[in-house]
């Protein structure tokens, strides 16, 4: 188990490397000078030669590459050319609101789905079956946003109950994370019906009710274990998708979180801002990614065993080599 | 050979068309496919004429969808978004899904440190939840219609490339590879010759259901000003500048809506009923 928790951490690092260099080699193609957009138009060309000079970014790409990692690690994301504060602090001022919206709609849509994808699964083909079948195909449908603009007609605009914008309580909370959720819970759903009517036909379920045990033992306790696993799998998927949603959703409603700050930095071609929210966004997911799989290792015992297996064939291979 | 394969093209087809809702999803995509192509004739008016006389209509005989802030008739507009929006996804789709299968071959069949490598690259794609990645796209080509589909085609590649892989791994070991190795044939012949007609089934399904996914994600672009930009009528874009108007004018948020999810529904309909078709065995 330890070995498969080291060698996942380990795997980890090279795509967490990577991200950084992909959104390294973004920032040393984009267009305009830093120096000069930092400055302002007022600058003289030897103020900004002298500036390029100090930032080092009269550098090759691979030293400019390496004092970029060695800024990471100090926590230095760069400038926001507006304000001129770090993009750090801009950055983490917002992301706690796109982190709270995105983790909000991952736990609703676990909470709608895994019951109504169980509900689904034990009534096959019942009508209740049918409808959450339907209902999960247009979720999957459905731009999460448009979702949104609809959710916004019927409680906003036409019941008048629900707050349209912003982000300042509980009530504000209720369309964004439904708009969100649409996909995950479409995704879930379907994937925790198929993985439950897969396990519940098998022998060892047939063995626990032909031993009398009732329905609700049945599918709680034997049926569901085995059934949500692969399940477990997806929600680290889905929270990387829940992530995307909530940049567009903030847009929808006004929310101030770091998708609309990084949607508006672009069209001020603010890019340092832009491409360090990147980064940021990318690692969280990462580490989110890499949790997920730590846990489902930790709740399937045939990961572990698996491994375990390699390594004792690998050992032997080694031993049979040498 | 030939023969074989059309037999079970036709075979699929057969059990294809029992699916009902899937037959539905290709009567919609193709009535969408011809709208497309016939926008001209079918749409009453230009997407771009404006009639400051008939602003904001209410939907009638005239504007079916009503008319948006500049007179435009939102009916035509959605007509001609048809073409825009298959046109973004259909290609940027084509590209990824090409480059992506091909990576996932090659991961698949060199396996070591090839695999490990394009894995690790798919994995990096895959850690960036899409329209982030294709904000980050957008941040260094600059928005535009072309940057969005180039955005929208790298964010599909990682899906593209696992299919591929996994398919591959499955028919790499089997007896006509190693017949087409013993004759002699290079890797260059395996892969395009022998691997890549068996494992089109899976990408060919994952193309269905991934179009879909671009069509949203492009539209999703334009409504964050990102991807078309405004006079051409593309339903993200539509419902972007719709927005403001969504407390009087609800038609002009509801109809570009509509049209997206119909044609991703069509999509995902097909997409399951040729998973179904093409395996069988699946099918729960």
């Known amino acids: 188990m330890l070995n498969y928790v080291f060698k996942r951490i380990l795997a980890a690092i090279p795509v967490l490397l990577g991200v950084t260099l992909l959104v390294f080699t973004m920032l040393y193609f984009t267009e305009g000078d830093p120096a000069r957009l930092i400055l302002g138009d007022t600058a003289t060309e030897e103020e900004v030669e002298a500036l390029r000079e100090e930032l080092g970014l009269n550098e090759p790409f691979i030293n400019r590459y390496i004092s970029y990692l060695g800024g990471l690690l100090r926590g230095d994301l760069g400038i926001d050319y507006i304000t001129g504060r770090p993009a750090k602090d801009e950055i983490m001022e917002r992301l706690g609101t796109t982190l709270k919206l995105a983790g909000a709609s991952i736990i609703f849509s676990i909470l709608v789905a895994i019951p109504a994808g169980i509900i689904s699964a034990i009534r096959q083909y019942s009508l209740i079956d049918i409808v959450t079948t339907v209902i999960a195909l247009l979720g999957n449908s459905m731009p999460n946003f448009w979702l949104a603009l609809m959710l916004i007609l019927f409680f906003s605009v036409y019941l008048g109950i629900l707050p349209a914008s912003g982000l300042y309580g509980i009530k504000y909370y209720i369309m964004p994370v439904i708009g969100i959720s649409a996909g995950a819970i479409a995704g879930i759903t379907r994937m925790t019906r198929s993985s439950m009517l897969e396990v519940i036909r098998q022998d060892y379920i047939r063995m626990a009710r032909i031993k009398g045990l009732s329905e609700f033992v049945v599918i709680v306790k034997h049926a569901l274990k085995n059934a949500l696993i692969p399940v477990i799998t997806v929600i680290g998927i889905q929270f990387t998708v829940a992530v995307g949603g909530a940049v567009v959703n903030e847009q929808v409603f006004a929310i101030p979180g770091l998708g609309k700050f990084l949607v508006d930095a672009i069209k001020a071609r603010n890019y340092q801002v832009v491409q360090g929210g990147v980064l940021v966004i990318a690692l969280i997911c990462s580490l989110v990614n890499l949790i997920v799989d730590l846990l489902y290792a930790f709740i399937d015992p045939r990961i572990k065993n698996q491994f375990r297996e390699s390594a004792k064939s690998r050992e032997k291979r080694a031993r049979e080599e040498g | ?284």
């Open chain 2, 1 to 284: 050979m030939a023969g074989k394969k059309k037999g079970q093209v036709r075979q699929i087809w057969r059990r294809l068309k029992k699916n009902r809702l899937a037959m539905f999803g290709l009567v919609i995509l193709v009535i969408l496919v011809l709208t497309a192509l016939f926008a001209d004739f079918i749409a009453p008016y230009p997407y771009d004429l404006q009639d400051y006389s008939s602003v904001k209509q209410f939907p009638s005989k005239a504007h079916p969808f009503g008319t948006d802030n500049y007179g435009r008739d939102i009916f035509s507009r959605v007509i001609y978004g048809t073409r825009v929006s298959l046109q973004i996804g259909f290609i940027s789709l084509a590209v990824g899904a090409l480059i992506g299968t091909i990576l996932g071959t090659l991961s698949g069949y060199f396996g070591g440190r090839t695999d490990t490598v394009i894995m690790r690259f798919t994995d990096i794609l895959m850690s960036i939840p899409k329209v982030v990645l294709a904000i980050a796209v957008a941040s260094t080509l600059g928005p535009g219609l072309v940057n969005a589909m180039i955005a929208v085609a790298i964010s599909s590649i990682p899906n593209f490339a696992r299919v591929a892989r996994a398919s591959t791994l499955t028919v790499r070991d089997q007896d006509y590879i190693e017949a087409a190795k013993a004759i002699g044939a290079g890797n260059f012949r395996i892969i395009f010759r022998h691997i890549l007609p068996n494992i089109l089934a899976p990408i060919i399904v994952q193309a269905t259901l991934g179009v879909g996914i671009s069509i949203i994600l492009a539209a999703s672009l334009s409504f964050l000003g990102l991807g078309v930009e405004p006079p051409t009528p593309e339903w993200g874009a539509m419902l972007s500048a719709a927005r403001t108007f969504i407390r009087d004018e609800w038609y002009m948020v509801l109809f570009p809506g509509l049209a997206i999810m119909v044609t991703v529904l069509a999509l995902n309909l097909l997409g399951d009923g040729l998973r179904d078709a093409l395996d069988p065995k699946l099918k729960t």
